[in-house]
């Protein structure tokens, strides 16, 4: 944010599908609305970014077969490249976050994760790399493992991976100093339905698996005390009948954990579902449109009066006004961005 109050967003793309690479924009504080301030195509593909801690450094992953992760000085208005990508030595890596002083990436291609430190800005050469194991009957997506997602659980005594390919949630420990990343547990999901993206509820106890070969949101109850995962219930996040062609891809949760909120592809759809005091019940109030075609992703912003989805194929990304009493998007606006695939603030 500068000294006007005026905030910044970055959003990803596919360089190889259009995209410019990654875009920067401000932010309205009033309103919302984006407006682009420049783009690089320094990196290939940065189709998903993170921000460190103190947001001086962007992280970006390179979705590539070689597969690589890079970082960009964000102190200026717009990002610098820090420095050359560096490989992960894995497969497409499609997802990435910050934990223990360090960059941790989520491999599709090879199915494994990947850790690179951050040091002074600077990525340095991977110290390690986790390979997942197994497969799912789908053999058409699931004949091998295939990590769509890293992230710390809320306490950050652990990280978890979510792996399409083998219906899993694997839970680890990283070693700040080292970077090895061991295995401590995995949770076995419903067979076939391909798990892509979790996110904790806010009162750390509990989180939710959103299912890409099945639209629907997997409940479970979270231990940050034992490291353990346990489903409890599955709800569909697009009503009955409307299951065709329809691969969901991001769920995000309210601040105050009223609301869950998931993107679909194909039906091209937000799905808003409300949580009651158990957090196991989710209710699947309404799907509004996405604004544009194959929303990939879905972002809160900071005030989370506000949901930015980004619409790959429409090449958009379009936010949304949050009714604070029902948890439903009104559609505000939206900035032209090809091929995006990912939007951040910082």
């Known amino acids: 944010m500068d000294s006007t109050g005026t905030g910044r967003a970055f959003i990803g793309s596919f360089t190889t599908a259009g995209g410019r690479g990654i875009i920067t924009a401000s932010v309205d504080p009033k309103t919302g609305a984006l407006t682009e301030l420049g783009a690089t195509d320094a990196v290939a593909n940065p189709s998903f970014l993170a921000l460190s801690q103190d947001g001086s450094v962007l992280c970006t992953v390179s979705e590539t077969e070689d597969g690589a992760l890079a970082a960009f000085d964000v102190n200026g208005t717009l990002p610098r490249p820090a420095g050359a990508p560096v490989p992960v030595g894995g497969e497409s890596p499609t997802h990435l976050a910050l934990a223990g002083g360090h960059v941790l990436s989520a491999n599709y291609g090879s199915g494994s994760v990947s850790v690179l430190p951050l040091r002074g800005g600077e990525l340095g050469e991977r110290v390690s790399v986790l390979r997942h194991q197994g497969s799912g009957p789908r053999t058409e997506r699931?004949?091998?493992p295939h990590a769509h997602q890293v992230l710390p659980d809320p306490s950050g005594r652990w990280v978890v991976?979510?792996?399409?390919?083998?219906d899993s949630v694997r839970i680890c420990t990283l070693d700040a100093d080292t970077g090895a990343l061991a295995l401590h547990g995995e949770c076995a999901l419903k067979p076939g339905s391909g798990p892509r993206h979790l996110v904790f509820h806010p009162d750390g106890t509990h989180a939710y698996v959103l299912n890409e070969l099945e639209p629907t949101l997997t409940v479970c109850r979270w231990d940050a005390g034992a490291g353990t995962l346990e489903p409890v219930g599955e709800t569909a996040v697009v009503p009955d009948g409307e299951y065709t062609e329809t691969y969901a891809s991001e769920v995000v949760v309210s601040h105050d954990g009223r609301f869950l909120w998931a993107a679909n592809r194909g039906h091209d759809s937000i799905s808003v579902l409300a949580l009651?005091?158990?957090?196991?019940?989710?209710?699947?109030?309404?799907?509004?449109?996405?604004?544009g075609h194959w929303p990939r992703d879905l972002a809160l912003d900071p005030s989370g009066r506000r949901l930015y989805a980004a619409n790959e194929r429409s090449g958009d990304v379009t936010w949304f006004d949050i009714d604070p009493g029902t948890g439903i998007p009104s559609r505000a606006g939206s900035i032209e961005a090809p091929a995006a695939s990912c939007v951040i603030f910082g």
């Open 276 to 291: 009651d005091e158990s957090r196991e019940k989710p209710a699947l109030v309404t799907t509004v449109g996405c604004g």
């Open 161 to 166: 991976s979510v792996d399409l390919g083998t």
């Open 142 to 144: 699931q004949e091998g």
